[in-house]
Every structure is written in C-alpha cells, then in structure tokens.
C-alpha cells in the first residue's frame, strides 16, 4: 500500500498510481524474452545496396533538403563519462604509482602526446602540484597525474557528460562532440535556407554546462560552415522514471521516501516525440570522428536519409490508393510484396484473406512511424543486433535486440546471437509524420513488454531497478523498419578514454 506521502511524491514528478502498480507487478513476473525466427543478414533481412540503388538515395536527399524538406538531428547526450574512465579511476583509487605494462592506464601515458585534452591536463598538473607535465612523467607520479585528468580538482572529466570532452586535435584547438555533430549537421543536413535543426537530450545537473558551451561554439562553427543552427535542448521528464525495490520486491525507501530512478534511454522516446520535423537523424553523441575521416559518414547519412524518403514515397502512395479506393486486385498484391520484401514484414494472415481485409490490414501495417537503420559487420564491438522477431500480433518483423531480450536458455537463441553477422551502430534515420503531415503519437508504438530489470546498489543497499523499452529497441517495436549495410568506418564509438588514441580519431 502506498503511503499518503508517497503518493505526494507521485503527483510531483507526473507518475500515477496505476503505472507504479503495474511496475511493482513487473519486478515479480519479470519481462517475457521475444520469440525470435532468425538474425537478420544481408539478402535475409539486411539491404546491401547496389551503386545504382547509393546514386538514387543520395540523389532523393539532395533534392528533399532543396525544396525545403524538414529534417532535424536527435543526439541522446546525457550520459555522464564516468564509465569512459573506469580503469583510471580503479588506478586512482587503488593507491600505488606503480603501472603494470599493457594496462589502460599504461598505454594512455605513454601517449600522452596524443590526447585531445593534453593542454588542459598540462595546465592542470602545473596547478596542482606546481610541476610540469613532463617532469611529473619523469618522476614517475602517474597517480597524481590521472587523478588530474578524472578528480573535480582537477579536469573533472570523470563528472562530465561525454559531449563536453574534449575529443579532437585541430589546428585551432580541439573539438568537443558537440561542435562534431553541429559539422556533421551542417554537412549533411542544412536545409534549404541554410538553417541545420539539432536537438540534445542532456541532464539536468549538466544543461547550464551545455549552454554555456553552445554559446561559445556555436558563432564560430557557423562562420567556418556557412550554416545557421538552431539548437534546443531537453531533459529527460520525471514522469518517465522508474521506482526501485529491494531485493524481495518491496518498494526501496532512501530516507524514509520511495527511490525513483531515470528509466533509461527509452524514457527519450517521449522527447523524440515533441520534435516536430517530419524526418529525424538519430545518433549517439560519441560517436564522431575528426573533418579528415567524416567522408564516409557523410555519404552514408545522406544515403540511409534518401532511402527512407523513397520507402516513405511507397508508401504514401500506397496508403494514398487505400484512402482513396483507386486500386486494384493486383495492385493489392504487389502492396503485400512490399510490405515482405522492403520492410520484411511477414504474416501467416496474408496467404489467406479476402481483399477487404487485406485492404484494413495494409492500412494499419504500413501508417505507423517508418526508421532505417544502418547495420556494420560484427567486429566484436558492443550493440544490439538486427534480429527477425514474431510481434504480440503474429506478424514477424525486423528488430533491434539487446542481449538481455534474449532467452540465455534457449540453445538456437544462443547460436544465432554467436553466428550474428551485423550489429547496430545507432545510426538511425526516422520519418515520424503521416502521409497528411500530423505526426504520430510514438509512445504508442512502444512495446512495454521489452523493458528489463537489473540488479544496482545505493549507497550500498543492493536494490533491483527497471529500464524501459529500450529508445532503438522496444521503444520502437511497432515501427516499420529497414535494415542497410555500412561500412564500419561510420562507427567511431568512443567507449573508454583510450578510444581517443585509435586512428579514427586523430585528426
């Protein structure tokens, strides 16, 4: 039963009753696994593109950004960069100088010279401790000089969101995330009026930090692109937050009062569902290179945004015939073959059903919020993987699945995540308007069946925690989806502080 003063404690961050009801019933009966049919791959659920199918993408994008086509980049950045220096504050916290040869914290010394932030962390040094960087290197205090790239007293780069690090060397200074993707947007994504439209999630603790930095960048990448941008920003809504319990279900009390807890990124889908722009770029904020390796990227972002305006093109035109009532037998048929062949959507109701009711299922299957997704080669890097899943209405569809949606126990599950081809490098592309430009309520499309519960602590206190659906997972189930090879040059993570020394990010 919930106290009087825990439902205050509702009714100030928007939750109700009935949602914490249903979450406290969840943590006992726990998330169902998807039922899965097969990985996708190329030629089974993965588009490979011919040079003719690249030429006609790109050139459906060029000419939706000159006649005035609305587009926005969507950049989840709130999360903060503290598991980027994991192993430097193990070292830190762990009270020796000494260095084990081929550690994290070994080779990222060692190349020091090659660290975006070597000149904040000089300054930092020489304030702390009153000696150069190098003298301190010499010395052997390799302790204290970590402690000042990843201690407040320091850099602080252990408190700070990933989007205010400092990334890349340039001859001018070095680059943050940020300016990254505000270069990426105005390479990819001006509009015909030469105004780039970019949106970041970030937490509240670190928004002021945000605007203070966008205020200062914003002037000069615009003089260096030739671009306007108009940036807005948004915070995950405390409605969205998730309650914890004990270890035995209970409600977890912190100083007498229920804990909640940021329900993950999935919580975003309700600030992806306030853009109002009929195509969205999605994008993690890390994932960016330096202007010198961008190429690959630019074609590729251009190519997955012109191949989901040609699938929506279909698709209006179909769903178009179906208001209207100008189609034909055979003109239903081939709506059924791209439903299976473009958006790999199959269902046993299909081989079987009079016109009339394939006409209702058409219109149902294909008015909803289209996404394409660009697929790497599994290399071994972390991410969800494109699967083939049976839907809660018997249809079966393309799905982004993390490991934690899969059944460890089922043995076929277990080869098919081994043998995986591709994994998602979250590079999405999405067009969230219908064919009569009202944009679609997304968390409608949300699977609430495909969240997962986890096992944290607090202040010691072991507790269990609940994510939501996930953003490019079960947020989007319900979306019609399309599966495109790229090339792993257009994934650039940067994971751990030691992925700034890898090719890709030197400039």
Not at 32 to 49: E, H, N, Q, S, W
Not at 59 to 85: I, N, Q, T
Not at 132 to 147: H, T, Y
Not at 366 to 391: A, D, S
């Amino acid at each position: 039963m919930l106290r009087p003063e825990d439902l205050e404690l509702l009714k100030e961050k928007g939750i109700s009753e009935a949602a914490v009801e249903e979450q406290l019933n969840r943590f006992v009966t726990g998330f169902p696994y998807l039922k899965i049919i097969d990985t996708a791959r190329v030629g089974a659920g993965i588009f490979r593109l011919s040079d003719e199918d690249i030429e006609g993408a790109l050139d459906r994008w060029h000419e939706y950004l000159e006649h005035g086509g609305e587009v926005c980049k969507f950049v989840p950045a709130s999360g903060a960069a503290s598991r980027m220096f994991k192993a430097l504050f193990e070292y830190v916290d762990g009270g020796t100088d000494e260095l084990k040869e081929g550690t994290p914290v070994a080779q990222l010394l060692a190349n020091v010279d090659l660290l975006p932030f070597k000149p904040e962390l000089e300054k930092a040094v020489e304030k702390l401790y009153g000696k150069s960087l190098e003298e301190m290197l010499k010395e052997g205090r390799n302790r204290e000089i970590i402690a000042a790239i990843v201690k407040p007293e320091g850099m602080n780069y252990g408190g700070l969101p990933k989007g205010l690090l400092k990334f890349h060397t340039y001859a001018e200074g070095a680059r943050t995330p940020i300016e990254e993707h505000l270069t990426e947007g105005a390479q990819t994504a001006a509009n015909s009026k030469g105004i780039v439209n970019l949106h970041f999630t970030v937490s509240a603790n670190h928004r002021k930090l945000f605007e203070e930095k966008l205020a200062e960048v914003i002037p000069a990448t615009e003089a260096r692109t030739g671009v306007k941008f108009n940036v807005s920003m948004s915070e995950q809504k405390p409605f969205t937050d998730t309650i914890a319990v004990n270890p035995d279900n209970t409600p977890f009390l912190e100083d007498g009062k229920l804990l909640f807890r940021p329900g993950g990124h999935g919580a975003l889908i309700r600030n992806l569902n306030d853009i109002d722009s009929a195509v969205v770029f999605i994008k993690n904020i890390d994932n960016v290179v330096p202007d010198s390796k961008r190429e690959d990227t630019i074609k590729y972002k251009e190519i997955l945004g012109g191949l989901l305006l040609e699938v929506h093109d279909q698709i209006e035109e179909d769903l178009i015939a179906l208001e209207e009532k100008v189609y034909t037998p055979d003109d239903l048929k081939r709506m059924v073959e791209y439903l299976k062949t473009m958006l790999n959507v199959t269902d046993p109701r299909l081989d079987d059903t009079a016109d009339d009711e394939i006409v209702e299922y058409l219109k149902a299957k294909l008015n909803r919020p289209l996404r394409v997704c660009g697929m790497v080669r599994n290399e071994g890097e972390p991410g969800g993987g494109p699967f083939i899943t049976v839907n809660p209405d018997g249809s079966a569809s393309p799905q982004i699945l993390e490991s934690n949606q899969v059944d460890p126990a089922n043995e076929d599950y277990k080869k098919m995540m081994a043998t995986a081809t591709h994994f998602n490098p979250v590079d999405l592309v999405c067009y969230i308007k219908d064919i009569h430009g009202k944009k679609f309520d997304l968390p409608s499309y949300v699977d609430p069946a495909t969240g997962f519960i986890s096992s944290k602590s607090s202040h010691g206190k072991e507790l269990r925690a609940m994510e939501l659906p996930g953003l490019w997972n079960g947020a989007m189930s319900d979306w019609n989806t399309v599966f495109v090879e790229v090339p792993i040059s257009t994934f650039n993570p940067v994971k751990t502080v030691n992925d700034l020394l890898r090719p890709a990010h030197q400039a």
